[in-house]
C-alpha cells in the first residue's frame, strides 16, 4: 500500500509539474503574439517608473497625486513642444546648407581619390559611366522577376497602409494615457504585488526589489539625464565649430549616450568628417575630437558620480562587455538593453553577496570566541 501511494504522490507531482510547464509555455505563446502591445506596456511603465520621484517630491510638498501627475505630464509636454520647435527649424537650415555644400564635397573627394583610382586603373569619364550604367542595366534586367516580388508585396502592403496609420496613431496616443494611469497608482502597483505573494516571501521579496530599484531605478534616471546634458552640450559645442549639420548631430550623439559610449560612434566619427570635408584643416577634426573627449570626461569625471552615484556605477570594461555580449546575442536591441540588464545583474549578485556575508559572520564570531575560550 506505500508503494502505491508513493507512486501515486510522484505521478501527481509529474503532473503538476507538467501542468506548469504548459501553462508557462502557452502563456509565453500568449505573450509572443502580442508583443507589440506588452512593448508599448512597458514603455508606458518606464515613463511612469522614470517620472515617480519627482511625483512623489511633489506628493511630499502636499500636493494631490493626480494633480503632481497632472502638473508633470504639462510641464513634460510643453519642454517637449517647446524642444520640438526650436529644433525643426534649425535642423531645415542645417540639411539646406548641408545639401548646398555636397556638390562642393563631391567635387573635393573626386580630386582626391583620382590618383588612387588612377593607380587602380579605374577611369570615371563620360564614357567609363555609360559603361558601368549599361552593366547595371543588364543586370536589373536579368534580375528584373526576383526584383517583383518585393515590389508586388510594398503595392500590396499600400491597400492596408490607411488602417496601419490609424492604429500605429491609437498605439502612439495610449502610451501616454497609460503611463499617466500607471503614474497615478503607482504607489498602489507594490501593495497589490505583495498582496498575491505568500506573506514568508514578502520581506526578501520587498528587499530584493529595493535593492533592484536603487541600482537600476538610479542608473536608468542618471543615464537619462547625462543624456540630455550631453546633446545640448554637443550641439552648441558643434554649432560653434561651424561642422555642418552640428546642431543635429550634437543632439543626436548626446541621445545617443543613454547607450555608453555610443555618442562616439553616432556623433564624433561623422563631426569630424564633416569637419574636414566642409574645411580640409587637421586643427578642425582635432577641436571636434577635443569637444566630445571633454564631454565623456565631464560625464566620467563630474556627471556620473554626482548624478548616478557611485553604488550604481559599472566598470567601463564591464559597460563594454555588456554592449558587446548584448549586441552580439540581440542586435540593436540588445546594445539598448545590455547596460540596465548588467545593471540589474548587479544589483542581484551584490544583494546576494550580502544574504551569504550575513551568514558568514556569526560563524566567524564563533570561531574566535572558540579561539579565546581554548587560550583562557
Do not use: C
Not at 197 to 225: K, N
Amino acid at each position: 500500500m506505500a508503494e502505491r501511494g508513493s507512486g501515486g504522490g510522484i505521478g501527481r507531482s509529474a503532473f503538476r509539474w507538467g501542468l506548469i510547464v504548459a501553462l508557462l509555455l502557452a502563456l509565453g505563446g500568449f505573450l509572443y503574439l502580442i508583443r507589440t502591445t506588452v512593448f508599448l506596456f512597458l514603455l508606458a511603465f518606464l515613463i511612469a517608473y522614470l517620472l515617480d520621484p519627482i511625483v512623489d517630491r511633489l506628493e511630499a510638498w502636499r500636493v494631490p497625486r493626480t494633480l503632481g501627475v497632472l502638473l508633470v505630464s504639462t510641464v513634460l509636454i510643453g519642454l517637449l513642444v517647446t524642444v520640438v520647435w526650436i529644433i525643426i527649424p534649425e535642423v531645415r537650415y542645417q540639411v539646406q546648407v548641408f545639401s548646398q555644400r555636397v556638390p562642393q564635397w563631391a567635387e573635393r573627394l573626386y580630386v582626391w581619390a583620382q590618383p588612387i583610382l588612377e593607380k587602380l586603373h579605374i577611369s570615371l569619364d563620360a564614357q567609363s559611366i555609360e559603361a558601368y550604367a549599361q552593366k547595371i542595366l543588364k543586370w536589373v534586367q536579368a534580375n528584373l522577376p526576383r526584383l517583383r516580388e518585393p515590389i508586388q508585396r510594398v503595392l500590396q502592403g499600400m491597400f492596408t497602409g490607411v488602417a496601419g496609420f490609424i492604429v500605429g496613431v491609437y498605439q502612439f496616443i495610449m502610451v501616454p494615457v497609460m503611463a499617466f494611469y500607471i503614474l497615478r497608482d503607482y504607489n498602489k502597483i507594490g501593495p497589490r504585488f505583495y498582496s498575491i505573494l505568500p506573506p514568508a516571501w514578502r520581506p526578501a521579496a520587498r528587499e530584493w526589489l529595493r535593492a533592484i530599484d536603487q541600482a537600476v531605478g538610479g542608473f536608468l534616471r542618471g543615464q537619462f539625464l547625462i543624456a540630455l546634458f550631453l546633446a545640448v552640450y554637443y550641439a552648441i559645442g558643434l554649432t560653434l565649430l561651424r561642422v555642418p549639420l552640428g546642431f543635429l548631430l550634437g543632439i543626436l550623439s548626446g541621445l545617443a549616450n543613454i547607450v555608453p559610449y555610443m555618442s562616439l560612434v553616432v556623433g564624433m566619427i561623422p563631426a569630424a568628417l564633416l569637419a574636414f570635408l566642409d574645411h580640409p584643416s587637421l586643427w578642425r577634426v582635432l577641436w571636434v575630437l577635443a569637444l566630445f573627449e571633454s564631454g565623456q570626461l565631464i560625464e566620467g569625471l563630474i556627471l556620473g558620480p554626482r548624478v548616478m552615484g557611485r553604488q550604481t556605477g559599472l566598470h567601463p570594461v564591464t559597460v563594454i562587455l555588456a554592449i558587446l555580449i548584448g549586441g552580439t546575442l540581440m542586435g540593436l536591441w540588445g546594445v539598448f538593453l545590455a547596460v540596465p540588464a548588467a545593471a540589474l545583474l548587479k544589483a542581484v549578485f551584490q544583494r546576494w553577496m550580502a544574504l551569504q556575508q550575513a551568514r558568514w559572520q556569526p560563524t566567524e564570531a564563533d570561531g574566535s570566541a572558540e579561539g579565546r575560550s581554548q587560550l583562557e
